[in-house]
């Protein structure tokens, strides 16, 4: 057998003439820089709430990751949200997250990873340069904010940490201490609440590891000290008070999986075509901003993130992998 | 039965089998002139709190959520009320708390219809193809549907004269209609908390009408003599 059967050799009409590659590639800098400044101009971030210790970035550079719409007054980002861990109510977690303990806190990174280790939350905050983003945030419930984060893209520390050829998807563990969470008392899930992703989708660099929103550290509620946060999937996809970072070879089961597989997939896209089985996704109610008696506006698809990260799920098929 | 409150009244002298219904100090507010206009104030208090709530912004972050959610809360409680009555009837003495039995389920039925007015405006933009679509898409919503068309016919025959025209025995078969709105609606809620795994609440409801339905149930069946 002929050493290079092993390789699919196109036949030579079928390779691209040379200069069909260079204007395409011509053509893809020109919109590349056509994207580049639109995007710059953005919209300016909010002013700082003065509530807590301000968290310095710089304006993001990445493609989608300062979006136009307006951002949700920092009163409602911070008192409207779901952390279980402080009560199944979303006023709980602003009500009860006084109690949570950031200092000190550590992150423990293994399985599927050359340097395994523990990350204090120090070394983490100058791991890599601090950044504003403002990404639409939509949560499952059918509701919707713009929150400006602060932090960088997770990819940062996945590379720093080097996965193992092995490493096909990451969990995050996040922190589970009956003392300083009352909602752990609640067998609502079980705890420590987990959530995963597929390792592409975690190196994908709209994927943030968040320490601030608003210019500031996060509020307790918000999953201080760092959360994850993946605007293009269902709000609790991105786990708050992260303490463990695991690269695993297997899809892992997520909290919301487990408590109800028949309506939380592992994936949990953004997806208006995609209802929830008990209710429609199609539209949401942006908190905030859309007046009591306003129309509910369109979800969009991966929450308007379809241009950065569609590719990922290219062939999927979506209604079945919800 | 204690008749501790006998001599209070001045009725102790006469001989046991002559004694008028005895009036515990409870039924002697209950009859009160005012009692009736009271509670019905009493009872548009909710609705006042949540109007007050919409022009003082004080409904949280997603007011529309709020109402809905408060709205169907003051319907189950209602409910409670109005099927507490019979029972807390036979437990006292206050017999003169049947009076306000009425005015407490016409109260059930008007929250129910503003928790599905809110439902049908805030919620679904008041688009009638919505409305159908998601009550056959949603199972609760079908359910506390039901519930709610389950408690018009009652409310539509509340007044005397429908008792009247019906017969006191047709009528109160009718009316036995609402034991089926009380599984309708906390089937409703426990339904809506599913997903969640967030039965606390729903588990405190279900209590109050278990205690209050399994009363009926056991002196209807457990207790034959004194049905």
Known sequence: MPKDRAFDHPVSSEITPRQVVLDRRQLMQGAAALAAMTALPGRSQPARPGKLAPLPAVKTTLAGAQTMDKPTPYAEATSYNNFYEFGTDKADPARHAGTLKTQPWTVVVEGEVSKPGRWDIESLLKLSAMEDRI?????????????????????????????????????????????????????????PYVEGLRLDEALHPLTMLAFGMYGEVLPNQNGAPLRLVV????????????????????????????????????YSNVNPQVDHPRWSQATERRIGEDGLLARKRPTLMFNGYEAQVGQLYAGMDLKRLF | ????????????????????????????????????????????????????????????????????????????????????????????????????????????????????????????????????????????????TAALLLMLPLAATSFNA??????????????????????????????????????????????????????????????????
């Open chain 2, 1 to 144: 039965m204690s008749d501790g409150s006998m001599t209070a009244l001045g009725r102790g002298t006469l001989p046991p089998d002559r004694r008028p219904p005895r009036i515990a100090a409870g039924n002697r507010w209950l009859m009160h002139r005012a009692a009736k206009p009271l509670l019905f104030v009493a009872a548009l208090g909710p609705l006042a709190g949540l109007v007050y709530g919409i022009f003082a912004d004080t409904l949280g972050a997603n007011p529309a959520e709020t109402l809905i959610r408060s709205t169907g809360d003051w319907t189950l409680r209602f409910l409670c009320l109005t099927l507490a009555v019979t029972p807390l009837r036979q437990w006292t003495s206050w017999q003169a708390l049947a009076r306000l039995r009425r005015l407490l389920g016409l109260f059930t039925f008007f929250y129910g219809v503003l928790h599905f007015l809110c439902f049908a405006w805030l919620d679904m933009g008041l688009d009638l193809q919505a409305i159908v679509r998601d009550i056959a898409k949603r199972p609760f919503i079908l359910i506390g």
């Open chain 1, 135 to 191: 990404y639409r945030l939509r949560c499952v419930e059918g509701w919707s904010m713009v929150i400006p984060w602060v932090g960088y893209s997770l990819a940062e520390l996945v590379k720093r940490v080097e996965p193992t050829g092995k490493a096909k998807f990451v969990q995050f563990v996040t922190l589970a201490d009956r003392a300083q969470m009352p909602g752990l008392r609640s067998a609502v899930l079980d705890w």
């Open chain 1, 231 to 266: 605007p293009w999937k269902y709000g609790f996809k991105s786990g708050k008070s992260i303490v463990r970072i695991r690269f695993l070879e297997r899809q892992p089961q997520t909290s919301w999986e487990a408590a109800a597989p028949s309506e939380y997939g592992f």
């Open chain 2, 162 to 227: 429908a008792i009247r025209w019906l017969g006191a025995k047709r009528w109160q078969t009718l009316h036995r209609a609402v034991y089926a709105t009380a599984l309708l609606a906390i089937l409703h809620f426990f339904w809506m908390r599913a997903g969640k795994n967030d039965f606390a609440e729903v588990a405190a409801y279900a209590v109050v009408l278990a205690v209050l339905l399994g009363w009926r149930l056991w002196r209807r069946f457990a207790r034959p003599a004194n049905a």
